[in-house]
């Protein structure tokens, strides 16, 4: 009498594998885009800080004056927010020598809009509207980030000024210095 032995995996067991594979994957794919959403609104946040740390730099060197109050916007940009720029001993920049950019994590410039100075008193007010990243930061003077999100609220002095920005997924990001 011969015994027949044969080696190898039951068709149950080949599917178990298979569906557990397929669970693993579908896991991977739901959390991987969650997690660069995450990252990206992370370096947007840094961004941002970044902006405000520049602005507040800016004042300190121009008797308190922000960028679009002095006018001098481009000087800002090449001066305090590209920190590849050279400059002369003269204080003049050099042609050509400022390579990186202020850019949003998808390869998009940053925009400012800065026509927004705060009045009135401590309560909140909306400023920022939306849903979806437009790239812009948002800068409202004589004011700090307001108790519910998108608001600021006045705090006297040019000086005080609070950015916002919208991330993905709709939430909207307050800095201040305030």
């Given amino acids: 009498m011969t015994k027949n032995n044969k080696k190898g995996f039951t068709i149950i067991e080949v599917v178990l594998v298979l569906a557990i594979a397929g669970l693993i994957f579908l896991m991977v794919f739901i959390a ?23 602005v507040n ?74 849903s979806t990243v437009d790239h812009k930061i948002y800068v409202v003077q004589a004011a700090g980030c307001g108790s519910t999100e998108g608001t600021y609220t006045y705090y006297a002095g040019e000086r005080n000024i609070a950015m916002f920005y919208i991330e993905e997924g709709g939430a909207i990001i307050c800095n201040d210095n305030h």
Avoid at 37 to 53: C, K, M, P, V, Y
Wanted: net charge negative.
């Fill in 32 to 54: 991987l885009p969650a997690l660069q959403r995450s990252q990206r609104n992370t370096q947007r946040e840094d961004d941002i800080a970044r902006f405000l740390t520049a």
């Fill in 57 to 130: 730099d800016f004042q300190t060197n121009n008797s308190g004056k922000t960028p679009w109050q002095a006018n001098k916007l481009g000087l800002f940009t090449k001066r305090y927010i590209d920190d590849t720029c050279e400059f002369t001993t003269d204080d003049a920049l050099k042609p050509n020598s400022c390579g990186a950019q202020f850019t949003d994590p998808d390869g998009t410039y940053y925009e400012w809009n800065a026509a927004a100075t705060a009045i009135g008193g401590q309560v909140d007010q909306s400023y920022v509207t939306g």
